[in-house]
């Protein structure tokens, strides 16, 4: 409805986008930092942030970098299944045929970590995407996957990526032994106040424009209502455009964010 209006190229503030044209914001830059240490050290790492905060998108930033002779990342969304769940589903995303048997589908997921080691060169790494909501059997069974204890080094790579809550239950006694293994933890911020307006200026230069579409106050409006939550500012910029639009105004003034705050909140 607005494109045509503003001149852009594309919806600046669709949820769909390239690592690369990711906003280099300070947790952007941090998460960077913390997850190629991560991959040396080839350990557990942990990946916390609120719901739309866009951490999933900066560790995919980072993971689809990697260059795919060396690196084999292996990428699920996990929710509450059980054991058996989880390793049919690694085993599936590993092009691995699916064992009838907890023990076999334990032994064949090693087996093929040693064989990527050993044999191909190539470091693997698992990705356990939403794991706030793993059930505690299943933790402790990842924690499992990356015993090597005969070896010199881990030979796999882990990342748990989910909610603030996470954190919270690795906190937990119970959660001890796999809480000791974690070589790598982050809680991924939301964007600051004064990265606001860069944020918003670098999406529209994405679309085609490099025009100060929001005006100082829209900017402001936009943060105290999104808290900075990069899903929330996106979807209200989005519906602030189009507010701004149907009025034919030439940039979205605050009336325009109030007007389409029932829209997302």
């Known amino acids: ?3 045509k209006h503003f001149g852009f190229t594309r919806h600046p503030f669709h949820k769909e986008i390239a ?3 990711l906003f280099p914001s300070t947790a952007n830059q941090e998460i960077d930092a913390r997850l190629n240490h ?3 050290l080839r350990g557990i790492g942990l990946i916390t942030g609120e719901s739309g905060s866009g951490k999933t998108c900066a560790c995919r930033k980072v993971l689809t970098a990697l260059h795919t002779g060396l690196w084999r990342v292996v990428y699920i969304a996990f929710s509450t299944g059980n054991v058996m769940d989880l390793y049919k589903t690694i085993a599936w995303e590993m092009g691995l045929p699916t064992e009838r048997s907890r023990a076999a589908l334990y032994r064949q997921i090693r087996t093929e970590v040693n064989r990527l080691c050993a044999e191909a060169r190539c470091r693997p790494v698992l ?3 939403e794991a706030h909501n793993l059930r505690s059997d299943v933790l402790e069974d990842l924690r499992l996957l990356t015993n090597y204890q005969m070896d010199s080094e881990n030979r796999l790579c882990m990342l748990l990526v989910g909610q603030a809550e996470l954190r919270r239950r690795l906190g937990m006694a119970v959660y001890e032994a796999l809480a000791q293994r974690i070589v790598v933890r982050y809680h991924y911020a939301a964007l600051g106040r004064d990265e606001m307006p860069p944020y918003i200026a670098h999406r529209l230069s994405l679309a085609g424009t490099q025009l100060p579409l929001f005006e100082p106050a829209a900017l402001e409006a936009v943060f105290q209502a999104t808290q900075g939550l990069a899903r929330k500012v ?5 519906h602030a455009l189009i507010a701004a639009a149907l009025g034919h105004a030439k940039a979205v003034t605050i009336d325009h964010v109030h007007a389409a705050l029932p829209e997302v909140m």
């Open 1 to 3: 409805m607005y494109r």
């Open 19 to 21: 690592p690369e044209e």
């Open 38 to 40: 991560l991959l040396e």
């Open 127 to 129: 990705v356990i995407d």
């Open 234 to 238: 996106n979807n209200l910029c989005h």
